[in-house]
């Protein structure tokens, strides 16, 4: 079974920027799908990019500009940089990807992913 393996996370001041990556644990996992999510206390799990196997990438509405989703395929790791961070991007970050799944149409829903990593944590302090 793959594992999905985030890192990157840590604490920062307000306008600061942090990249996260999140590795696939096993070489031969082919995501059709990959994504961010993330999940403030008491809040729900939200999308925050995704991108698609042949390279397209979808922003949830006001995260781009500040967030650029990437990947690396020959390492099968995945990227988001955040820049101008804010306090309220505080947060657990979620990586997550599917095999069979595309999301070349938009951003995906949580259900639409089969593999999650179990999350870094991202806090922005003014």
């Known amino acids: 079974e793959v594992q999905l393996v985030e890192s990157g996370g840590g604490s920062i001041e307000s306008g600061g920027s942090l990249r996260l990556s999140c590795v696939a644990s096993?070489?031969?996992?082919?995501?059709?799908?990959w994504a961010w999510f993330r999940q403030a206390p008491g809040k729900e799990r939200e999308v925050v990019a995704s991108?698609?196997?042949?390279?397209?990438?979808s922003y949830a509405n006001g995260m781009k500009g500040r967030f650029t989703i990437s990947q690396d395929t020959s390492k099968n790791t995945l990227f988001l940089q955040m820049t101008s961070l804010r306090p309220e991007d505080t947060a657990t970050y979620y990586c997550?990807?599917?095999?069979?799944?595309?999301?070349?149409?938009?951003?995906?829903?949580?259900?639409?992913?089969?593999?999650w990593g179990r999350g870094t944590q991202v806090t922005v302090s003014t």
């Open positions: 096993r070489d031969t996992f082919l995501g059709r799908c």
């Open positions: 991108i698609n196997s042949d390279g397209t990438a």
């Open positions: 997550a990807a599917d095999s069979r799944r595309s999301c070349r149409f938009g951003t995906p829903p949580p259900s639409h992913l089969a593999t």
